[in-house]
């Protein structure tokens, strides 16, 4: 039910509680050498990919000593236990949504990822998360909420991999 | 090619070379199948339409930041590391459009030892049009 708070802002109570929080996320499964060559293949296509990221006589002479992992792969891709229906998604025409109300409509406002180590073959990561801050404004879309959600990547030996903020647009 | 460029031979100003792809439904389904993203609008035109894409499905977001990363770790290099890229994605990627990932050095630093280059980055596509502006750091190696 719409409050008076709810007319003032889109920053709901949920996210009052939740900011700065972090929150374990997902472990992923250990990395093969076959995750890391079939990424490279299709982020390279058609063209060959680099040798560091599938050969492992090439990558032992290199100063990593063995293949890594493009910064950019996901070693959470294909997680069996996530809901995995057919769910239509946003956008599918079966997936139409009443986005006429006030803050029901968002877009992605893009990210700022910084890396850490690389990912290697036999490594499992894990990741956490929280809604780090938000800042809410005018604009030419009218009342507009960016959010701010954090994410971190650390490896087994808990050196950090990948932070990424991503900004979330609701309007 | 373990080190490609080095931070003495570098100056604000170089432009990066330039890394590009044509992209259509083989590039796409080849990027959904490792990173498992089977959405609707990338898969399906009626899909993309509804997502009031006239053209139909588009491609991923992800997939261009994946061409900047391509772009920018044949530039400095395997053994060269890249710390930063930040990006917004800001139009679409039509079916067939070629993705051209630019940028220009805007910075460099020295910072706890480590050489930093700081450049503006964007992937345009045939028309010109920029769909994706963002910032990206490296790391490179000295002489």
Same mark, same amino acid.
């Given at each position: 039910?719409?409050?008076?708070? #709810?007319?003032?802002?889109?920053?709901?109570?949920?996210?009052?509680?939740?900011?700065?929080?972090?929150?374990?996320?997902?472990?992923?499964?250990?990395?093969?050498?076959? #995750?890391?060559?079939?990424?490279?293949?299709?982020?390279?296509?058609?063209?060959?990919?680099?040798?560091?990221?599938?050969?492992?006589?090439?990558?032992?002479?290199?100063?990593?000593?063995?293949?890594?992992?493009?910064? #950019?792969?996901?070693?959470?891709?294909?997680?069996?236990?996530?809901?995995?229906?057919?769910?239509?998604?946003?956008?599918?025409?079966?997936?139409?949504?009443? *986005?006429?109300?006030?803050?029901?409509?968002?877009?992605?406002?893009?990210?700022?990822?910084?890396?850490?180590?690389?990912?290697?073959?036999?490594?499992?990561?894990?990741?956490?998360? *929280?809604?780090?801050?938000?800042?809410?404004?005018?604009?030419?879309?009218?009342?507009?909420?960016?959010?701010?959600?954090?994410?971190?990547?650390?490896?087994?030996?808990?050196?950090?991999?990948?932070?990424?903020?991503?900004?979330?647009? *609701?309007? | 090619?373990?080190?490609?460029?080095?931070?003495?031979?570098?100056?604000?100003?170089?432009?990066?070379?330039?890394?590009?792809?044509?992209?259509?439904?083989?590039?796409?389904?080849?990027?959904?199948?490792?990173?498992?993203?089977?959405?609707?609008?990338?898969?399906?035109?009626?899909?993309?339409?509804?997502?009031?894409?006239?053209?139909?499905?588009?491609?991923?977001?992800?997939?261009?930041?994946?061409?900047?990363?391509?772009?920018?770790?044949?530039?400095?290099?395997?053994?060269?590391?890249?710390?930063?890229?930040?990006?917004?994605?800001?139009?679409?990627?039509?079916?067939?459009?070629?993705?051209?990932?630019?940028?220009?050095?805007?910075?460099?630093?020295?910072?706890?030892?480590?050489?930093?280059?700081?450049?503006?980055?964007?992937?345009?596509?045939?028309?010109?049009?920029?769909?994706?502006?963002?910032?990206?750091?490296?790391?490179?190696?000295?002489?």
């Amino acid at each position: 039910m719409a409050t008076e708070h #709810d007319q003032e802002t889109l920053v709901s109570a949920a996210m009052m509680e939740r900011k700065g929080v972090w929150r374990p996320g997902k472990v992923s499964p250990p990395i093969t050498d076959s #995750d890391i060559r079939r990424w490279a293949i299709a982020v390279h296509w058609p063209e060959e990919p680099p040798a560091i990221f599938w050969d492992a006589e090439y990558a032992a002479e290199t100063r990593w000593g063995t293949i890594i992992a493009p910064p #950019d792969f996901n070693p959470f891709a294909w997680p069996v236990t996530s809901p995995r229906a057919a769910k239509p998604k946003s956008g599918s025409s079966e997936g139409a949504k009443d *986005r006429s109300s006030k803050g029901r409509r968002g877009m992605n406002g893009g990210q700022v990822d910084t890396y850490g180590v690389p990912m290697r073959a036999g490594e499992v990561i894990s990741a956490r998360n *929280r809604l780090r801050d938000w800042d809410e404004r005018e604009t030419r879309l009218g009342q507009t909420l960016f959010t701010y959600t954090e994410t971190e990547w650390r490896n087994q030996d808990d050196e950090l991999v990948k932070r990424r903020v991503s900004t979330g647009i *609701r309007y | 090619m373990s080190h490609n460029v080095y931070f003495e031979d570098i100056s604000v100003g170089d432009e990066l070379p330039e890394w590009s792809r044509k992209t259509d439904f083989m590039s796409w389904n080849r990027y959904a199948a490792v990173n498992d993203e089977f959405v609707y609008i990338h898969m399906d035109d009626e899909a993309g339409r509804a997502a009031l894409n006239e053209q139909g499905a588009f491609g991923m977001g992800n997939l261009r930041y994946a061409y900047i990363v391509n772009a920018l770790q044949d530039w400095i290099g395997d053994e060269a590391q890249i710390r930063e890229i930040g990006c917004q994605f800001r139009a679409i990627n039509q079916k067939n459009d070629v993705l051209t990932v630019v940028g220009t050095v805007t910075e460099k630093v020295v910072e706890d030892g480590e050489s930093l280059v700081r450049l503006d980055v964007d992937v345009v596509n045939q028309a010109g049009d920029k769909t994706c502006p963002g910032h990206a750091i490296v790391a490179v190696a000295t002489r």
